[in-house]
């Protein structure tokens, strides 16, 4: 179970070499806990990915792609293959990445005799781990090319601001709004990073440990500050990751983004989303009327959980118990509100026409 040249540490998840299991980092334990768990079967990815102790979009794909091959394992008939990606499809509606692996996965095994389907989806995940770390470090350069002219501009350290967790942990390396990061700081570009909190599920504290185990200057804000920074020129840039984006340049992403792109337009700060391109949903055209968005259990928004006193892990109710509380998981931001979308392939305007060269050249890409 390896990647070839590479720490070990920076990936969330590493498979057998035999294609039995995977680990992952059990990122509801942290930035507390550093846990791995075993996986093997469908049904325990299926569970890891609902209860995100594997999240971020580019995660959620792979680790599919690999419930898809313990699923092989167990039966491998055109039936129980059907039934398997509808389980795993099911799991969590808004990252296109999920129904994206699992349609790439159905169209490698399909075709070919049940008794031959177990190896050649294991053959498919790795694949789609590795495009993923390589679709990731490309995006950190053409993220880093922006973050050059800028820091040429204003000669001073940038102070960057992202919001949720779209570093390494949210896919198989490097992340896509932390990677130009991570590079900028290869590259000894000084940089200081906003992280916002992340309400619910306080996905900053994950993006707060990466940044701090690399040695990345960062401050941790609540989620409403993002805006009177922006109003006090203490923000150069934005850049978050994407769960959908849609053809026509909309960006989906987790709740709260949409105000931070909002308040980024008022105050002339630019937006960019960190995109590789399975997260593009090119069937979608209006993000808000189509994209499906999940609504998590109100107990997200109830409770907070954390490290007390002694040490210990757990939960504390912050509401009344008779309180209603909701909880929509994301949001979609407008494409007139994003200055770029960052992709392994290069920077492309957010409209139709700025993404169809971008369509133009996967398509062609996929009939080589
Ligand atoms: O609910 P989550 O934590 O899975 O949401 C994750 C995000 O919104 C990320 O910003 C997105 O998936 C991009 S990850 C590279």
Same mark, same amino acid.
């Given at each position: 179970?390896?990647?070839?040249?590479?720490? @070990?540490?920076?990936?969330?998840?590493?498979?057998?070499?035999?294609?039995?299991?995977?680990?992952?980092?059990?990122?509801?334990?942290?930035?507390?806990?550093?846990?791995?768990?075993? @996986? +093997?079967?469908?049904?325990?990815?299926?569970?890891?990915?609902?209860?995100?102790?594997?999240?971020?979009?580019?995660?959620?794909?792979?680790?599919?792609?690999?419930?898809?091959?313990?699923?092989?394992?167990?039966? $491998? +008939?055109?039936?129980?293959?059907?039934? +398997?990606?509808?389980?795993?499809?099911?799991?969590?509606?808004?990252?296109?990445?999920?129904?994206?692996? =699992?349609?790439?996965?159905?169209?490698?095994?399909?075709?070919?005799?049940?008794? @031959?389907?177990?190896?050649?989806?294991?053959?498919?995940?790795?694949?789609?781990?590795?495009?993923?770390?390589?679709?990731?470090?490309?995006?950190?350069?053409?993220?880093?090319?922006?973050?050059?002219?800028?820091?040429?501009?204003?000669?001073?350290?940038?102070?960057?601001?992202?919001?949720?967790?779209?570093?390494?942990?949210?896919?198989?390396?490097?992340?896509?709004?932390?990677?130009?990061?991570?590079?900028?700081?290869?590259?000894?570009?000084?940089?200081?990073?906003?992280?916002?909190?992340?309400?619910?599920?306080?996905?900053?504290? @994950?993006?707060?440990?990466? =940044?701090?185990?690399?040695?990345?200057?960062?401050?941790?804000?609540?989620?409403?500050?993002?805006?009177?920074?922006?109003?006090?020129?203490?923000?150069?840039?934005?850049?978050?990751?994407?769960?959908?984006?849609?053809?026509?340049?909309?960006?989906?992403?987790?709740?709260?983004?949409?105000?931070?792109?909002?308040?980024?337009?008022?105050?002339?700060?630019?937006?960019?989303?960190?995109? $590789?391109?399975? +997260?593009?949903?090119?069937?979608?055209?209006d993000g808000l009327r189509e994209i499906p968005i999940e609504e998590r259990h109100a107990q997200e928004v109830a409770g907070v959980s954390g490290l007390d006193a002694s040490g210990a892990v757990g939960t504390l109710r912050l509401f009344p118990a008779h309180s209603r509380c909701a909880n929509p998981a994301f949001d979609v931001t407008p494409s007139r509100l994003v200055d770029g979308i960052i992709t392994e392939h290069g920077v492309y305007q957010a409209s139709a026409e700025g993404l169809a060269p971008l369509g133009a050249l996967l398509a062609l890409a996929a009939r080589r």
């Amino acid at each position: 179970m390896n990647y070839p040249h590479d720490d @070990l540490a920076l990936h969330p998840l590493r498979w057998h070499a035999d294609g039995s299991a995977i680990e992952v980092i059990d990122q509801t334990r942290l930035p507390h806990r550093e846990e791995l768990r075993r @996986l +093997s079967d469908r049904n325990a990815v299926a569970q890891a990915i609902r209860s995100m102790v594997v999240r971020g979009a580019p995660l959620i794909g792979a680790c599919a792609a690999w419930g898809l091959v313990f699923a092989l394992r167990e039966d $491998p +008939s055109d039936a129980a293959l059907q039934a +398997s990606v509808r389980i795993l499809a099911e799991t969590r509606p808004t990252a296109v990445n999920l129904g994206w692996a =699992l349609a790439r996965m159905l169209a490698r095994v399909q075709g070919i005799a049940p008794a @031959l389907r177990e190896q050649a989806a294991v053959e498919e995940a790795i694949q789609i781990c590795l495009e993923d770390i390589e679709q990731n470090r490309r995006i950190g350069e053409h993220g880093l090319a922006i973050l050059r002219r800028l820091h040429h501009e204003l000669h001073r350290p940038l102070r960057v601001l992202t919001h949720c967790n779209a570093g390494w942990l949210a896919t198989l390396r490097w992340g896509t709004a932390l990677a130009p990061l991570y590079l900028a700081q290869q590259a000894g570009l000084p940089i200081e990073v906003w992280v916002d909190e992340t309400r619910p599920r306080n996905q900053g504290a @994950l993006t707060a440990w990466e =940044l701090g185990r690399a040695g990345i200057a960062h401050t941790v804000i609540v989620d409403n500050a993002g805006g009177h920074l922006m109003q006090h020129g203490q923000v150069d840039l934005v850049i978050v990751g994407a769960d959908r984006v849609t053809a026509t340049g909309d960006v989906c992403n987790k709740i709260g983004t949409y105000l931070k792109a909002l308040a980024a337009r008022d105050c002339s700060v630019p937006f960019y989303a960190a995109v $590789p391109s399975p +997260s593009i949903d090119w069937q979608v055209r209006d993000g808000l009327r189509e994209i499906p968005i999940e609504e998590r259990h109100a107990q997200e928004v109830a409770g907070v959980s954390g490290l007390d006193a002694s040490g210990a892990v757990g939960t504390l109710r912050l509401f009344p118990a008779h309180s209603r509380c909701a909880n929509p998981a994301f949001d979609v931001t407008p494409s007139r509100l994003v200055d770029g979308i960052i992709t392994e392939h290069g920077v492309y305007q957010a409209s139709a026409e700025g993404l169809a060269p971008l369509g133009a050249l996967l398509a062609l890409a996929a009939r080589r």
